[in-house]
Every structure is written in structure tokens, then in C-alpha cells.
């Protein structure tokens, strides 16, 4: 087959266009193929009513103290283009029915260190944590801090729940760490212990896990758009409305792909290169048959299928108040624990637009939701029946109208949307790690952040992945 481009890269989200420019820089010749209209993937925008906001709220993560040392800063760096950005308290509050308009705030403080992790259990009970209790949290931190990525990789295949069980004995202790669902963002027992302890050791080495946000946002602007600028500059070239059907295999080495004009009546074109980088998530790669399960190794097929259980939806929210009913200083972002379930239920996060740079008529306010699907009490999964989902919706509206009473009375417009969560699905308690390249064939590789569970946090992860990815492509192409 003619070879139409050394690098062809499926999917135009964040990790694909991150792959893209690294290789651009380099002189690579690439292309993406993405199968929406445009590029962005999870970090487009929508319009709504007069607004412009994040599709979803993805707020990023450093492990590593500031902003400044994640890997899209590295990116950005590397590239020479400009980013900037705001920190972003993370934030819980807790209402309730008897303290109508009134919320409790909690936000981790890197001064504490693990020790927040006392502070954190007083706000969700009500009670100080004993000294037996903050002993073994200690014991633990002490543990994951001295964990090297190489020592959490070899844990990948137990969960965090199993752990817990096997190596702690003091029963408060084993309550907290069994109550993290909401932190972890999936429950514990389908998370493995290699990635939870490779997020809690940051406490011990730089105090807490850092929250920031581009600024100016949204995403689609701050990172996106400048990316697809330096890609196409660079001599990176965009296909859109076209899904890839089949990463093609010969010989055990990618070749090029098979794909569908969704614009013109589903006509299929094939394009050949050296190099295939698939930065889709992996799961829907296989599930959809782009990539067959014989041409990957078992081990691998089993990984894939794990990860494709937490592969559920993100539900969020948007509200366009008439007034501004929520108070524009402080916590720009909240996570939502609802005391009148017994046990304070986390029931999502809580966005201002303004702390977003979201575009807003002027006098009004936009509110965004994000529920995650991943945790016992929603598990929308990829089929959830609507009754699921609207009550999910419905329990984060009552949380916030007994927060900021009102907050239903000034909504003029809301909607939703469901979309893939971010990351989680990577948590999973796998045989092995799924890395950015396959161990038995050549000129495939994954980008994105459906790979390596023992990684950067959040949607820093696919900036991180990137580097690898294009280092090890260059190799392989003699470049």
C-alpha cells in the first residue's frame, strides 16, 4: 500500500493533537483523523442559551506541586506557546436540611500534608479522628511516599479495597479509606492499589494534589485551539467527518487505516503510513473491531475488558440564572456532600461560569454540574435507563437549592449531556498495565488517557502520555 503519511493519528481530542504537534516539531509527516466536524474531543465547547462553556468541567492536576510542572505546561514549553493558568481550591461542602442556606467548606491545604486526611474526616463526621487512627493514616502516607511508578505498576492487579483489608487493622482507619470513593472518583473496589498509591503519596512529597484551571479559559480556546494552530502550521494535516473502521495489520505491524466519509454517504478510503497512533480510548478501539482481539496479546484483551467496566458516563449540567444567586468570590468549584442521606453522599460538583471564563449575558449566571457515573449511587454505565439519570440530577439540585436557597426559582434554561468520563476507566484492577505500545506488534501505539493507570492525575495524563509516544515513534522511524 502506498505510504500517504508516516503517522496517521485516529481521534483529534487532546492526546491525539498532543502526539501531533510533538511529532510536527520533529518533521514528522502526520494526519489527523477524527470523526466529529472538529477537533477537541471532551475539551470542545457548547453554546447554551447565549453562553459559551466546557462541554464538561475538567479541572487539572498536579502531582507535583504547581501547575507549572504538569506535562501540559511541558507541552506548551516545548512548543513555545504561552499558557497560563489560576489555582482552583479543592473544595468540599456540606449541606444539609437543617442548615437551609447555609454551606460548611473544606479545602485541602498543602501545609498539611496526610493530614488533611484528618481534617477531612472531622468535616465529613463531625468528630475528631483518634490518635490510633491518624497513627496508621500516617503509616500509610509514609508507605505510598516511598513507592517508586515502578513498585505501583507491580500492584496494578490489586484493589485498593483488598489492600486495605490485608494491611490495615485498626477499624476507623479501614472506614476512611473504604469511604475515598468520592475522592478516587470510582469505588475502591474496582480501583487498584498501584494508582491510589501513587496519587497518595503526593501528600507526603509536596502536601496535596494541586488543582488548577488555564486561564483564560475554556478549553477549547486556552489548549485546544493554539494546538490545532501549531499542528496545521507545522505541516500536520486534519481530516474530519470521517470514522476510522479498521487500523489495518500486516505481518504483525500497523499499516495504515480503513475509514468512513460520514459526509458523503459513508464512502470508504483507506490511507497507508508507517505508523498508526490510536488516540481513542482503547476499549472502544476494541470494541468497535478497529483493532482485533487476536492481534493483542490475552493479557492485554483481559486489561482492556476491565477498564471497559468503569468505561461509564459523566453526567453535567447547565444553568442559566436570571440573577446571580451564587457568590462569585470564593470557591469557584465544589464538591457536593448531602448530609440528609444518613453518611454525607457525595452528589457532584458545583462550577461557576465566571470561574471558568465562561461567556455569560451580562447580569446573569451560569452554574455547571458534573455527576460522575462511576460511583455506587449513580453507575449510569453507557446504557444507564433516564429515570437513573434524572434522579441523579435531581438529588444535585436539591443539594444546591438547600445551599443557596433560590437557586431553582432563578433558573431560566438548563440542560445536559452525557458524556465518556475522564481517566477513571484507567483505574482499573488489572492483570497488567496497558502502556502506549503493544508488546507484539510493531507501528501501533496509544495515546490518550485510557492507558497507564500509574500516571499523572486527571487530564494532564494525555500531555504525559504524548512525550513517550512521539519519542518512541521517532525511533522507529529513524527520524
Request: a neutral charge; one cysteine or more; aromatic letters at 10%.
Amino acid at each position: 500500500m502506498k505510504k500517504d503519511f508516516d503517522v496517521i493519528i485516529v481521534g483529534g481530542g487532546p492526546g491525539g493533537l498532543a502526539a501531533g504537534c510533538l511529532l510536527a516539531k520533529e518533521g514528522v509527516k502526520s494526519v489527523i483523523i477524527e470523526r466529529a466536524p472538529a477537533l477537541g474531543g471532551r475539551f470542545r465547547s457548547v453554546n447554551f442559551h447565549g453562553c459559551r462553556v466546557d462541554s464538561a468541567t475538567h479541572f487539572f492536576a498536579s502531582q507535583y506541586g504547581s501547575a507549572e510542572k504538569t506535562y501540559l505546561y511541558k507541552l506548551f514549553n516545548h512548543l513555545g506557546l504561552p499558557l497560563k493558568n489560576k489555582a482552583v481550591p479543592w473544595t468540599m461542602g456540606l449541606v444539609t436540611k437543617e442548615k437551609t442556606g447555609k454551606i460548611d467548606y473544606f479545602a485541602m491545604d498543602p501545609k498539611l500534608g496526610a493530614e488533611n486526611f484528618f481534617e477531612f474526616f472531622a468535616f465529613a463526621t463531625g468528630v475528631s479522628m483518634g490518635k490510633e487512627s491518624m497513627k496508621e493514616i500516617k503509616r500509610i502516607a509514609a508507605i505510598t511516599e516511598d513507592m517508586s511508578l515502578e513498585e505501583c505498576r507491580k500492584v496494578v492487579n490489586v484493589s485498593f479495597a483488598d489492600w486495605i483489608n490485608k494491611n490495615v487493622s485498626d477499624p476507623i482507619t479501614q472506614a476512611i479509606l473504604h469511604g475515598m470513593g468520592p475522592i478516587v472518583g470510582a469505588p475502591i473496589k474496582d480501583v487498584n492499589f498501584g494508582m491510589v498509591a501513587n496519587s497518595m503519596g503526593t501528600f507526603n512529597r509536596v502536601g496535596s494534589i494541586h488543582i488548577w484551571y488555564p486561564k483564560p479559559g475554556p478549553l477549547e480556546d486556552a489548549i485546544i485551539a493554539p494546538l490545532a494552530e501549531y499542528y496545521k502550521d507545522h505541516g500536520g494535516k486534519v481530516i474530519t467527518n470521517r470514522r476510522v473502521r479498521s487500523i489495518n495489520i500486516e505481518k504483525r505491524t500497523a499499516t495504515g487505516v480503513v475509514a468512513q466519509d460520514e459526509s458523503n454517504c459513508n464512502m470508504l478510503e483507506e490511507y497507508g503510513s508507517s505508523a498508526v497512533i490510536c488516540a481513542i480510548p482503547i476499549f472502544e478501539a476494541v470494541a468497535r473491531n478497529i483493532i482485533r482481539q487476536e492481534y493483542l496479546r490475552k493479557d492485554w484483551v483481559e486489561s482492556i475488558r476491565k477498564c471497559s467496566e468503569l468505561a461509564g458516563h459523566d453526567l453535567s449540567g447547565f444553568f442559566l440564572l436570571r440573577e446571580k444567586v451564587l457568590p462569585e468570590k470564593g470557591y469557584g468549584w465544589i464538591h457536593v456532600f448531602d448530609a440528609d442521606y444518613g453518611l454525607p453522599t457525595y452528589v457532584g460538583d458545583c462550577t461557576l461560569g465566571s470561574y471558568t471564563d465562561a461567556r455569560v449575558p451580562s447580569g446573569k449566571q451560569l452554574v455547571s454540574a458534573m455527576i460522575p457515573g462511576s460511583l455506587e449511587a449513580t453507575n449510569f454505565g453507557l446504557t444507564a435507563p433516564m429515570e437513573k439519570v434524572r434522579e441523579a440530577y435531581k438529588r444535585w439540585k436539591d443539594a444546591v437549592e438547600k445551599a443557596f436557597p433560590g437557586f431553582k426559582k432563578a433558573i431560566q434554561y438548563e440542560g445536559m449531556n452525557l458524556q465518556l468520563n475522564f481517566t477513571r476507566y484507567a483505574y482499573a484492577v488489572v492483570p497488567v498495565e496497558i502502556d502506549f505500545q503493544p508488546p507484539n506488534l510493531k507501528g501501533l501505539y496509544f495515546a490518550g488517557d485510557s492507558i497507564r493507570s500509574v500516571s499523572t492525575q486527571m487530564s494532564d495524563k494525555c500531555f504525559h502520555i504524548a512525550f513517550p509516544v512521539c519519542e518512541s515513534i521517532t525511533d522507529y522511524l529513524g527520524k
